[in-house]
C-alpha cells in the first residue's frame, strides 16, 4: 500500500487573501488595459496590508479600493486594515525584451507570435492523470472541494460560527496505482470564541467530509481530525502574516508532480510562470485525454526575451502507449507554445483571475487551458511519426 497527501487552503488563509488581492488588483488593471503589464506582490499581517511591484496600466486603477473589497468578500472588516501601496512601472529593459523578441531582433520573425518574447527566464510544468475527471490526484480533488465547502459552508450559514480562515489536508491510500480508500482527513477552521468544539466537529464532519466521501465512493472507515491544536479562535492576518505565492502546491498539484518554482497570483499573462504553467497544463490534458497515456507532465523551458521554449520534455511515468519521443514531436506540430501564441491562444488578457485563485488553478472545469481540446488533432499527429 503507498499514500499521497496533499492540502489545500480557503480563500482566508492569509496567504491565499494576498494571492487573492494580488489578482483582484490584476483583474482591475486588465479592465482598464488589456495590455497591463502586473507583477504584483501582497503581504498582510495584523492590521497592514502592504501591496508592493510593478504595474504599468493605460488606466487608473484604486487599488487600496481593491483591497477594501477582496476583505470584505472574502470575510474580514476592511475597516480593520491600514493599506499602504508602493508600485512602480515595469522596467524598461524587461518591456523591451517582451515587446521585441529575440527572435525579432535577430529578423527571424515569421509571424506576430514570432515578435513577442518571455516574460521571465525558467521551466514551467503541467501535469493530468486519469485517476480523477478533474485530470488530478484524488488527495488533491478531495481537499480542494473541503476548502471550498467550508467557505460555502460559513457564507451560506450552512455551520454558523465559523471564520474565513481555515486548511485541509487528506491522506489516499493506493494499491496498484489505484485510490482505495482515504486514510485521513485534517481540517482546521476559524470559529468563534463561543463555538462549541465538539459541534463544530460533528458539523464539519455530516455537512461536509461525509457528503464528500460518499461522492468519491469512499468508505467512511478514515481518521478525522478536526482542529486538532485546539482553539482557532484569531485566525486570517491578525494570527499569521501572508504572502503571495506561497501556495505553489496548493495552486498547482499537491506536490505530486513538479513544479518550476514559479508563483501564478498577481502576475499578468506576459510572465509564462503562470501562462507557460497554464499551457503544460493543457498540453498535459490533452495527451492524458487522447489516450496516448495515462499519466504525463509537460516541462516547458523558457529564456526571457525569446520567444521559441528552450525545451519541451514530456514524462508518462510508464504510461504511454507510444514512445515519449513521438507524443514530444506531435506536442511541438499541434501546440503553439510561444507566449504571445498562449495568450491568445487561452484568451489571457480577459479580466476573470480572481476566479481561478483558490483551490486549485487545475481542478477541470475553471480556466480555458481546463477546456481546450485538441485531442483528435494529437492523436493524428501522433499517427503520422508512428507510421
Known amino acids: ?6 492540502e489545500s487552503v480557503c480563500k482566508g488563509h492569509p496567504d491565499k487573501l494576498c494571492d487573492l488581492i494580488a489578482d483582484a488588483i490584476l483583474d482591475a488593471c486588465l479592465e482598464k488595459d488589456r495590455s497591463s503589464r502586473v507583477a504584483c506582490e501582497v503581504m498582510a499581517t495584523k492590521g497592514k496590508i ?20 477582496t476583505l470584505r468578500k472574502v470575510g474580514y472588516n476592511p475597516l480593520g486594515y491600514l493599506i499602504f501601496v ?7 529593459d524587461i518591456a523591451g525584451g517582451v515587446d521585441h523578441a529575440l527572435e525579432s531582433r535577430n529578423g527571424e520573425v515569421e509571424d506576430i507570435f514570432g515578435s513577442v518574447g518571455a516574460g521571465d527566464q525558467g521551466t514551467v510544468y503541467g501535469y493530468a492523470t486519469r485517476e480523477t475527471w478533474m485530470r488530478q490526484p484524488l488527495p488533491v480533488v478531495i481537499t480542494n472541494e473541503i476548502c471550498k465547502r467550508l467557505d460555502d459552508a460559513m457564507h451560506d450559514g450552512t455551520i454558523r460560527g465559523i471564520g474565513p ?24 477552521v476559524q470559529h468563534k470564541a463561543d463555538k462549541d468544539l465538539e459541534t ?12 464528500l466521501l460518499d461522492h468519491h465512493k469512499m468508505g467512511k472507515d478514515v481518521e478525522i481530525l478536526i482542529n486538532p491544536s485546539g482553539r482557532f479562535v484569531k485566525g486570517g492576518p491578525a494570527a499569521d502574516t501572508g504572502l503571495t505565492g506561497r501556495k505553489l502546491m496548493v495552486d498547482t498539484y499537491g506536490g505530486l508532480a513538479a513544479h518550476g518554482g514559479g508563483a501564478f497570483s498577481g502576475k499578468d499573462p506576459s510572465k509564462v510562470d503562470r501562462s507557460g504553467a497554464y499551457m503544460a497544463r493543457a498540453v498535459a490534458r490533452n495527451v492524458v485525454g487522447a489516450y496516448l ?3 504525463c507532465q ?4 523558457y529564456a526571457i526575451g525569446k520567444a521559441e521554449p528552450t525545451a519541451v520534455e514530456i514524462e508518462t511515468f510508464g504510461t504511454a502507449r507510444v514512445d515519449e519521443e513521438i507524443i514530444r514531436k506531435a506536442v511541438l506540430d499541434v501546440f503553439d507554445l510561444r507566449p504571445a501564441a498562449i495568450i491568445s491562444l487561452l484568451h489571457l488578457r480577459t479580466p476573470n483571475y480572481t476566479e481561478t485563485t483558490a483551490y486549485g488553478h487545475f481542478n477541470g472545469y475553471k480556466g480555458s487551458w481546463e477546456n481546450l481540446d485538441k485531442q483528435d488533432e494529437l492523436r493524428k499527429a501522433v499517427a503520422k511519426y508512428a507510421d
Open 165 to 188: 480562515d481555515g486548511k485541509a489536508q487528506v491522506t489516499v491510500a493506493y494499491k496498484d496505482g489505484k485510490p482505495v480508500a482515504v486514510k485521513n482527513i485534517i481540517v482546521s
Open 50 to 69: 502592504f501591496v508592493c511591484g510593478e504595474i504599468t496600466c493605460a488606466g487608473r486603477v484604486d487599488i487600496r479600493a481593491v483591497v477594501r473589497d
Open 1 to 6: 500500500m503507498k499514500y499521497k497527501t496533499a
Open 293 to 295: 497515456a495515462e499519466e
Open 200 to 211: 463544530l466537529r460533528r458539523e464539519v464532519i455530516t455537512e461536509i467530509l461525509y457528503p
Open 298 to 301: 509537460v516541462a516547458i523551458s
Open 86 to 92: 508602493y508600485v512602480h512601472r515595469q522596467s524598461p
